[in-house]
C-alpha cells in the first residue's frame, strides 16, 4: 500500500538492466539504469566524442525533459506549478510549434506522417540532448584520447568507417549519435508507433535533429539546400 504513505525517493521505475532512461517529473529527477551503461550508449574505452555522441545526448535528452511542453509544468519540488512568467511561456510556445510543424511533414511510410503534437516532448528532448552533449564535448576543448584532425568527410565515408581514429571529434559525436538510434522494424510495427507512441521513428530522431544543426552541417560539409540542411531550422533551446 503506497496510498497516504510519503514518497519513496529512493525508488526506481525500472529494473537495472533496462536499457533506457526517463525524467520523473514528480521527483525531479533523471534515472539511468545500468543497463544503459554500454554500448553503443557507453563504453569507458572509447573517446569521449563517442560517449557524448551516445550517452550524452541521452543525458541531455532527460535534462531537456524538465523544461519540454510537459516537464515545464512542474516546479523545482516535482509539484504541478506555473512557475513561468507568460512572456517566457509564448515564447516556448512559439518556438515549440515550429518543431511541430517539422515533425508533422515527416512521413513514415505511405502517406502516414507522424504526429507533431504527440511527439512534442520527446522531439524537443532529442534536439535539446544533442545540443547539451555537443556543448560538453567543446567544453573539454574537442579532449579524448583520439584528437586527431582531419578535413569534413561526407556521412557515408564516417559511417563506413565507424568511430575509428582519424575523424575529428566532431565526427566521431555525431556518427556516434546516429548509431544509438540503428533500429529493424517491421512496416506494421512503425505504423502503430507512429500513431501511439510520444517518441518519433528512429530515423527521424536523428535526422529531424541533426538536419536543425548548423553544427553538423558545418562538421560535414553538407551544402545548402541538401537533404540535411533546413532552411528555416527549429530550435527550442
Given at each position: 500500500?503506497?496510498?497516504?504513505q510519503?514518497?519513496?525517493?529512493?525508488?526506481w521505475?525500472?529494473?537495472?538492466?533496462?536499457?533506457n532512461?526517463?525524467?520523473?517529473?514528480?521527483?525531479?529527477?533523471?534515472?539511468?539504469?545500468?543497463?544503459?551503461?554500454?554500448?553503443?550508449?557507453?563504453?569507458?574505452?572509447a573517446?569521449?566524442?563517442?560517449?557524448?555522441?551516445?550517452?550524452?545526448?541521452?543525458?541531455?535528452?532527460?535534462l531537456?525533459?524538465?523544461f519540454?511542453?510537459?516537464?515545464?509544468?512542474?516546479d523545482?519540488l516535482?509539484?504541478?506549478?506555473?512557475?513561468?512568467?507568460?512572456?517566457?511561456?509564448?515564447?516556448?510556445?512559439q518556438?515549440?510549434?515550429c518543431?511541430?510543424?517539422?515533425?508533422?511533414?515527416?512521413?513514415?511510410l505511405?502517406?502516414l506522417?507522424?504526429?507533431?503534437?504527440?511527439?512534442?516532448?520527446?522531439?524537443t528532448?532529442?534536439?535539446?540532448?544533442v545540443?547539451?552533449a555537443l556543448m560538453?564535448?567543446?567544453?573539454?576543448?574537442?579532449?579524448?584520447p583520439?584528437?586527431?584532425?582531419?578535413s569534413?568527410k561526407?556521412?557515408?565515408?564516417?559511417?563506413?568507417?565507424g568511430?575509428?581514429?582519424?575523424?575529428?571529434?566532431?565526427?566521431?559525436?555525431?556518427?556516434s549519435?546516429g548509431?544509438?538510434?540503428?533500429?529493424?522494424?517491421?512496416?506494421?510495427?512503425?505504423?502503430?508507433?507512429?500513431?501511439?507512441?510520444?517518441?518519433s521513428?528512429?530515423?527521424?530522431?536523428?535526422?529531424?535533429?541533426l538536419?536543425?544543426?548548423?553544427?553538423?552541417?558545418k562538421t560535414?560539409?553538407c551544402?545548402p539546400?541538401?537533404?540535411?540542411?533546413r532552411?528555416?531550422?527549429?530550435?527550442?533551446?
Amino acid at each position: 500500500m503506497k496510498i497516504g504513505q510519503p514518497v519513496d525517493r529512493n525508488e526506481w521505475g525500472m529494473s537495472p538492466p533496462t536499457v533506457n532512461a526517463y525524467y520523473n517529473p514528480q521527483e525531479n529527477n533523471i534515472n539511468f539504469p545500468a543497463g544503459i551503461l554500454q554500448p553503443p550508449f557507453f563504453d569507458k574505452r572509447a573517446d569521449q566524442a563517442v560517449n557524448l555522441g551516445g550517452i550524452g545526448s541521452i543525458i541531455g535528452h532527460e535534462l531537456t525533459h524538465g523544461f519540454d511542453d510537459q516537464g515545464r509544468q512542474f516546479d523545482a519540488l516535482g509539484n504541478l506549478r506555473n512557475w513561468w512568467t507568460e512572456q517566457d511561456a509564448k515564447a516556448f510556445q512559439q518556438r515549440a510549434q515550429c518543431f511541430v510543424d517539422e515533425y508533422s511533414s515527416f512521413v513514415a511510410l505511405d502517406d502516414l506522417h507522424l504526429n507533431g503534437k504527440l511527439t512534442l516532448g520527446e522531439n524537443t528532448a532529442d534536439n535539446g540532448g544533442v545540443r547539451l552533449a555537443l556543448m560538453a564535448l567543446a567544453s573539454t576543448a574537442m579532449g579524448g584520447p583520439s584528437q586527431a584532425k582531419t578535413s569534413a568527410k561526407s556521412p557515408a565515408a564516417v559511417a563506413s568507417a565507424g568511430n575509428a581514429d582519424g575523424f575529428t571529434p566532431e565526427q566521431q559525436f555525431f556518427v556516434s549519435f546516429g548509431q544509438i538510434w540503428c533500429t529493424n522494424m517491421t512496416p506494421e510495427a512503425e505504423r502503430l508507433q507512429v500513431q501511439v507512441d510520444p517518441h518519433s521513428p528512429a530515423q527521424f530522431r536523428v535526422n529531424g535533429v541533426l538536419s536543425n544543426m548548423p553544427e553538423f552541417q558545418k562538421t560535414f560539409a553538407c551544402r545548402p539546400g541538401s537533404a540535411m540542411v533546413r532552411a528555416k531550422p527549429c530550435r527550442v533551446w
